[in-house]
């Protein structure tokens, strides 16, 4: 398996614009995680999910947040509108139930608003 | 509210030398600690973890170390190589699959 894939691997983009980062888990996986990790705040959880539905998106900052996991290899986070504070590396992964929450992480995303 | 803390950003430490990595919780209700360590430009990876009802376990190299009573663990590498040099979060899970991390420990190991 080639891991936990998320795409692009960097992203810049202005103040205002619409930001799609993509995931793709390990085939077999249960749960899927979208973390950011900020220098202040290290890394937050910010949504997961178990077979596809929302579990947990306490950690979404703001309605400008929203995740998407539409089936079992694929979900997305779109920021819109994009603010400059949104800077941050966001790390999607994934881990299924027998493996006690040892999750896998992608490379990350870098995105920078300006 | 931070519930993961680790209150040194930077270790910095001596080829051949331990590396000791503190990580302290306040939710009592973890019951299983994870440590990652990430590489530049990497996502993180796994290292090793324990369960509460351990108070030690050991992995080659590495070693975690749990306190209970006082809600702190340790990461121990012994000895240490220029290779260990990474970012380490610490992470804490109770009962689900949600991991809380803390902000991270930079390590340098140097030659």
């Known amino acids: 398996d080639a891991g936990v894939i998320q795409s692009p691997r960097h992203e810049v983009t202005e103040m205002g614009q619409e930001v799609t980062l993509r995931c793709k888990p390990i085939?077999?996986?249960?749960?899927l995680f979208w973390y950011r990790q900020t220098m202040m705040r290290g890394l937050e959880l910010l949504i997961y999910f178990n077979n596809n539905v929302p579990i947990d998106d306490s950690g979404m900052p703001e309605d400008r947040f929203s995740a998407k996991m539409p089936n079992a290899s694929f979900s997305t986070l779109k920021i819109q509108p994009s603010e400059p504070r949104d800077s941050a590396v966001y790390f999607c992964?994934?881990?299924?139930?027998?493996?006690?929450?040892?999750?896998?992480f992608g490379q990350g995303t870098r995105l920078t608003v300006v | 509210d931070q519930q993961v803390k680790q209150n040194s950003p930077s270790l910095s430490v001596q080829e051949g030398r331990i590396s000791i990595l503190n990580c302290d919780y306040t939710n009592s209700m973890f019951d299983y600690f994870l440590w990652y360590k990430k590489y530049p430009a990497e996502g993180p990876t796994f290292l090793i973890s324990i369960s509460s009802i351990k108070d030690k376990n050991e992995d080659g190299r590495f070693t975690v170390f749990l306190n209970k009573s006082a809600k702190h663990l340790s990461l121990h590498i012994v000895p240490s190589q220029p290779g260990d040099s990474a970012v380490y979060f610490c992470a804490a899970s109770a009962a689900s699959r949600q991991l809380t991390f803390g902000s991270g420990t930079q390590l340098t190991v140097l030659p």
């Open positions: 085939s077999g996986h249960d749960y």
């Open positions: 992964a994934s881990t299924v139930w027998g493996l006690r929450a040892e999750a896998f």
